[in-house]
């Protein structure tokens, strides 16, 4: 790695699903880091992306759907019904998107290297990312409020054990992480947490 005063920090983050990744990664913008949220960049490679488009709609020719606006697109909820109910569908969509991600990532931080920046992973451990990054952090909750908040979102008793099973437990994710934030409290709770970890990282590294 580049010596310390040659850049910034690199820390990655990751969490069980509805834990709160994204609400942490809005503090960390807050406190002036670059953030860039995986889920995000998919999601951007979905509508932007002609060569991804092209090869999901060759693999899948049932994911197309018409809008209400009679537009043609991709449907991201029958690509998530593919992939979560077969393992061979999820492991090549993986290889077409994570590549593409990684290389997002590895760009933006290239750009502005001096730039503290914080990464959000899902899959952070179980794709061997960590070493990437200077610190893993990891945003936990308790199985009652992750179910809680994922059915807010829609999402089914059914869909919620679909998407669980394909990511590590919690508890193995908290065991590898550096640091744990708890976002069991409120919003001020975990942000108190949040930026005791920013400061104590920046000062260890003046």
Same mark, same amino acid.
């Given at each position: 790695?580049?010596?310390?005063?040659?850049?910034?920090?690199?820390?990655?983050?990751?969490?069980?699903?509805?834990?709160?990744?994204?609400?942490?990664?809005?503090?960390?913008? +807050? %406190?002036?880091?670059?953030?860039?949220?995986?889920?995000?960049? $998919? #999601?951007?490679? =979905?509508?932007?992306?002609? !060569? @991804?488009?092209?090869?999901?709609?060759?693999?899948?020719?049932?994911?197309?759907?018409k809008?209400?606006?009679?537009?043609?697109?991709?449907?991201?909820?029958?690509?998530?019904?593919?992939?979560?109910?077969?393992?061979? +569908? %999820?492991?090549?969509?993986?290889?077409?998107?994570?590549?593409? $991600? #990684?290389?997002? =990532?590895?760009?933006?931080? !290239? @750009?502005e290297?001096?730039?503290?920046?914080?990464?959000?992973?899902?899959?952070?451990?179980?794709?061997?990312?960590?070493?990437?990054?200077?610190?893993?952090?990891?945003?936990?909750?308790?199985?009652?409020?992750?179910?809680?908040?994922?059915?807010?979102?829609?999402?089914?008793?059914?869909?919620?054990?679909?998407?669980?099973?394909r990511?590590?437990?919690?508890?193995?994710?908290?065991?590898?992480?550096?640091?744990?934030?708890?976002?069991?409290?409120?919003?001020?709770?975990?942000?108190?947490?949040?930026?005791?970890?920013?400061?104590?990282?920046?000062?260890?590294?003046?």
């Amino acid at each position: 790695m580049e010596p310390r005063a040659a850049r910034g920090l690199r820390i990655g983050l990751t969490g069980g699903i509805g834990c709160g990744k994204t609400t942490a990664v809005g503090m960390f913008r +807050e %406190l002036n880091f670059g953030v860039l949220e995986s889920d995000a960049v $998919v #999601r951007d490679l =979905w509508e932007t992306d002609d !060569e @991804v488009k092209a090869a999901a709609v060759k693999r899948w020719p049932g994911i197309l759907e018409k809008t209400l606006k009679s537009e043609i697109k991709i449907s991201r909820r029958k690509v998530a019904e593919i992939v979560f109910a077969d393992q061979k +569908e %999820l492991e090549w969509l993986e290889g077409l998107l994570h590549p593409r $991600v #990684r290389l997002c =990532w590895q760009s933006a931080m !290239e @750009v502005e290297p001096e730039k503290d920046w914080v990464v959000e992973i899902p899959l952070l451990f179980e794709k061997n990312l960590a070493s990437g990054f200077d610190y893993t952090l990891c945003i936990a909750s308790s199985p009652a409020l992750q179910a809680a908040r994922l059915a807010a979102r829609g999402l089914s008793p059914a869909e919620i054990a679909a998407r669980q099973a394909r990511q590590w437990p919690l508890r193995d994710k908290i065991e590898r992480a550096d640091w744990v934030a708890l976002n069991d409290g409120s919003v001020e709770f975990l942000r108190r947490q949040i930026v005791h970890f920013t400061s104590r990282l920046r000062n260890s590294s003046k």
